[in-house]
């Protein structure tokens, strides 16, 4: 028998969605309710999210669970760093930027100079990535729409606002900012200080699992829903809910979650906080229940999606199984590149920007769309391998197993990519695994499971995973990753 059904409000960097999760003891049910395009706007001063057409979806998505027969809550993740300003009214001002706006080259000299790269580093536990929150804020810094801010929310916590009216910032997103202390869970009072941003400006934290509200009268009657649905505090870093769901049932497991990013890396107890780590830029998010998600982002299947994006405007073909089964085909390592290169982040001509790479660097340049794809895969892989090996090192762990998660984990030449490359066994799936993460702590608010090993076993007995063997050939992958040079030092 079924419980009732929670909302997973899922948005990613191409679409977002309102998926249906029913939770029962053996049993852990997805339906989406509704899916609608994420298309970001170049306006004149910058890259936005179109959020008014994000929330509308989102009222779809909810209008339609409603039809479908209720929801006993809801909750919502999205990409990390990014928010909206309110003013002293409560009012949005402006649209959210979009992170791979360039609008923040540069700025993190700014934030430098009153707090240096080994202090922030020391304090927050935070990879340098230009657009984490607090250079975003540097870059906007004396604008009037700065100016006049109250509040900051960051984008779960913005659409929960305006679903529920309620103020909050979630944790795991709250650690992606720049402005959180690793160590101690809070907002820095020092970094604050140091930058001279108003403390007010960032609202309460509230951890997973938390209640966030219920939902504002209009709400409730656009979408049908029954106005005393609770919207539940959930793990609203996409990638921190996608970890919750990693089906891990044995020690020294290392997770990848593949979508738009790789992030690829371990649970951690405490963080890592070294230069060592700093110098490797690697991360101390939050996850839940007091986790540490030491990882690193690697630029991932973005370098695909962008690549797919140019080809359908030049009329190639786009099919996801043809090009990988020409990928299948192409020249093993004609040629690999860093896809951590910072001229990847901006959307643009990828194919190009992969050959000019190439070419750079003194390799073949891959010509066909296969050869490319090709090129992209094992640059992955060999990123990865990279990736998870110095986690480990720097961590002092040992590592077993990876389990591949995401919409990446789809990508059958990938996962055994990863694989051959790392040497070790990986386990792939599940695909949708941030909406399973989100559902299942709604679901254990709800009382209906356990702890983060129960959910995730639960994860494991119930959802549909594949498992690859490394083939060999690791001298191969070896000779490969020598011809990448190491990724340049932030900071
Ligand atoms: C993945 C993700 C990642 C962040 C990036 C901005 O969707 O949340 O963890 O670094 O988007």
Known sequence: AFASAFAAVDLGATSGRVILGRVGQDNL???????????PVRLPDGLRWDVLALFQ????????????????????????????????????????????????EGAAEHVWAAVGPAELYGITGLQHLPFNTVFQLASTAGTVQTDVARTLLLMPDLLIHWLTGSIGAEETNA???????????????????????????????????????????????????????????????DTASAVVAVPATKPDFAYISCGTWSLAGLELGAPVLSEESRAANFTNERG????????????????LEECRRTWDRDGLPTHIPTLLAEAAQARPFASVVDP???????????????????????????????????????????AHRRTLRQAA????????????????????LLCQLTADATGLPVVAGPTEATALGNILVQARAAG?????????????????LRH???????AVWDAAAARIAPAPRNS
Do not use: K
């Open 448 to 464: 209906l499971v356990g702890d983060l090993a129960a959910m995730r076993r639960l994860i494991a007995r119930t959802q549909h």
């Open 57 to 104: 979806g989102i009222l779809d998505g909810l209008r339609e669970a409603a039809r479908s027969g209720g929801v006993a809550s809801i909750g919502v993740d999205t990409w990390a760093v990014d928010y909206g300003l309110l003013d002293a009214d409560g009012a949005l001002l402006g649209q959210p930027f979009h992170y791979r706006d360039d609008r923040t």
């Open 468 to 474: 690859y063997t490394p083939r060999g050939g690791s």
């Open 175 to 237: 650690s992606t900012t720049g402005l959180f202390d690793a160590r101690t869970g809070t907002w820095s009072q020092e970094i604050l200080g140091r930058l001279s941003l108003d403390p007010g400006l960032l609202p309460p934290l509230r951890a997973p699992g938390d209640p966030a509200g219920t939902l504002l009268p209009h709400v409730a009657a656009y979408t049908g829903l029954d106005a005393r649905t609770p919207v539940t505090t959930v793990a609203s870093h």
């Open 288 to 303: 839940i229940d007091g986790t540490i998600r030491y990882l690193r982002n690697i630029m991932g299947m973005w370098l």
């Open 340 to 382: 951590d290169a910072p001229e990847f982040l901006a959307p643009g001509d990828m194919p190009a920007r992969i050959r000019d790479h190439c070419a750079r660097t003194g390799q073949g340049v891959p010509e066909s769309q296969g050869a490319v794809v090709r090129c992209i895969l094992e640059s992955l892989a060999l």
């Open 393 to 412: 090192e720097l961590a002092g762990r040992d590592i077993t197993h990876v389990h591949l998660v995401g919409g990446g984990s789809r990508n059958d």
């Open 29 to 39: 049910d997805l339906t989406e309710a509704h899916r609608f395009p994420n298309t």
